[in-house]
Each structure stands twice: as C-alpha cells, then as structure tokens.
C-alpha cells in the first residue's frame, strides 16, 4: 500500500493497529499518513497526542508546524518550529520553513533574518533565495528582489518558480517586453492574455 501510495488504506489498517496498539510510534505513524494524504487537521490532531506524551523527534514539531500552517494558523506555526530548531539547531530546512511562516505574519524583517540563517546552513539555494525574493517583493524593494531572482534565471532559465517570480518583479518594474517575452516563451500565452496579465501585476494594488 505505501508502494502505491494507498494513504487512505494504510490509515485503515494503522487506526485498526492503534486499537490494541497505541504506542507513540504508532500513532505518529498515523499522523504521517494523514499529513501524506494532506488532511492536516486529523495530521495534527494525532500528533498533538504524540507531543503529550513528551520526549519527541524534532520533525514531529517540524511536521505540526507545516500542519498548523496549512490551516492558516501561523502563530502555532512558528511556535512549533521553534520547538524544532531548539532541539536541532543547525538543521537549514527548519530556518527556511520558519522564514515562510513569518513572511505570512508579514514579519519581514524577522523572515530575512530565518531564511538567511538557512542559506548559512546550506539549505537549497534555489528554494531559499525564491523565497528571499518574495519577502522583498511584500516589502515593495523591487529591484532588492530583482537582484536576488536574476542570477537564478540566468543559471536556471527554465524553473517555474522563479520563472513566476521574474514575471511579477518585472511587472511591478513595468519591463512590459520583458513579461511579454517571458509568458509567451514560457507559458504560450497570446498576446492580449499577456497584456491582461501584465497589467494586473503592474496594478500597485496587486501583492
């Protein structure tokens, strides 16, 4: 079942296990399952009595944060990942998940902060730096989040993401040709959607 990704099967038989068997592990096993299938409530809902129990792994406050974040409460989220980075303090991925959560609080400044300590650590460059732009592009320093996105496009001229990224940078730089160019060679759009698009973005009310 886990080899074809039978999440809802594999929760059959582990809420079957737990009723005879409800072992920490086991019911963090469940969470897991949940979390696979993207119902983050149940996902949380377990792991909550998986961190009642005491003396848990860093990535089951990891994994409570991703779920608390998923359903929208990003306060709880940065609590539980700063439960993570208190036990392991040098792990990049937790840094960066921090930073997105504080971003979402518009806490930008304190979101740089995370995602740089994670690019320190050596998280993926790709992933970080993204993000990086993003938080610039909230703060309204176009040109700050330009610099960070174009030695990326350049390396990486075909990574959706930053791809997506570029195009409402440029935008809010009012580069018309250059968000022409990229939705036509990359997306395939005409050019009356491009000019739709376009001006969307430019709109100073749009992000």
């Not at 592009?137 to 001229?157: D, E, F, R, V, W």
């Amino acid at each position: 079942m886990a080899t074809a990704k039978n999440y809802a099967g594999l929760i059959d038989v582990y809420t079957d296990i737990l009723k005879s068997e409800d072992t920490k592990e086991n019911r963090e096993i469940l969470a897991n399952y949940f979390f696979l299938l993207e119902d983050y409530e149940s996902s949380a809902f377990h792991l909550s009595n998986v961190i009642e129990r005491g003396n848990v792994n860093p990535e089951v406050y990891y994994k409570q944060s991703f779920n608390y974040y998923m359903l929208g409460n990003n306060t709880i989220a940065v609590k539980f990942i700063e439960m993570a980075i208190f036990m392991k303090p040098e792990n990049a991925k937790y840094y960066n998940q921090k930073g997105i959560f504080l971003s979402k609080l518009a806490k930008y400044d304190e979101s740089i902060v995370a995602f740089n300590k994670s690019r320190e650590l050596l998280y993926d460059n790709r992933k970080v730096k993204n993000n990086l732009a993003l938080v610039y592009l909230k703060k309204g320093n176009y040109t700050k989040a330009l610099s960070i996105l174009m030695p990326l496009y350049l390396t990486y001229p075909d990574d959706k993401k930053t791809i997506a990224n570029m195009i409402v940078v440029m935008a809010k730089l009012h580069d018309k040709d250059f968000v022409y160019n990229l939705l036509r060679n990359k997306y395939s759009v005409d050019n009356g959607e491009a000019v739709f698009i376009y001006n969307n973005l430019s709109n100073p009310k749009f992000f």
